[in-house]
């Protein structure tokens, strides 16, 4: 089955850095988006980051000019670079990604979610 294996999360101190990195496995065909959402504690699930199929990258208004999102040149994984962290950007980090599994079949995945704790 097509899986999101997620790795990167971390306690850091306030103006720190973490990476984030997603990796699609299992069989498919393509991956048209993949990115990142997060829900922060007492709040609804929003985006982070997300590389569009044609390349376009669009970031959550909170993270903008701190985080960087980027694919790889098979565009099976994502990582999320992560600088000038905040209390704010605690949550648990979700990788998504929207598949074609089939000619005719494809869905949206999710990752387990990885834990990012910002303290001062």
């Known amino acids: 089955q097509v899986q999101l294996v997620e790795s990167g999360g971390g306690s850091v101190q306030t103006g720190g850095s973490l990476t984030l990195s997603c990796a699609a496995t299992?069989?498919?065909?393509?991956?048209?988006?993949m990115g990142w959402y997060r829900r922060r504690q007492g709040k609804e699930r929003e985006l982070v980051a997300v590389?569009?199929?044609?390349?376009?990258?669009d970031y959550g208004e909170p993270v903008k000019g701190r985080f960087t999102v980027f694919r790889d040149h098979e565009r099976v994984t994502v990582t999320l670079q992560m600088n000038k962290l905040q209390e704010e950007d605690t949550a648990v980090y979700y990788c998504?990604?929207?598949?074609?599994?089939?000619?005719?079949?494809?869905?949206?995945?999710w990752g387990q979610g990885t834990a990012v704790t910002v303290s001062a």
């Open positions: 998504t990604a929207d598949m074609i599994v089939q000619a005719t079949m494809k869905g949206d995945y």
């Open positions: 299992g069989n498919f065909l393509t991956i048209n988006d």
């Open positions: 590389v569009r199929t044609g390349g376009r990258k």
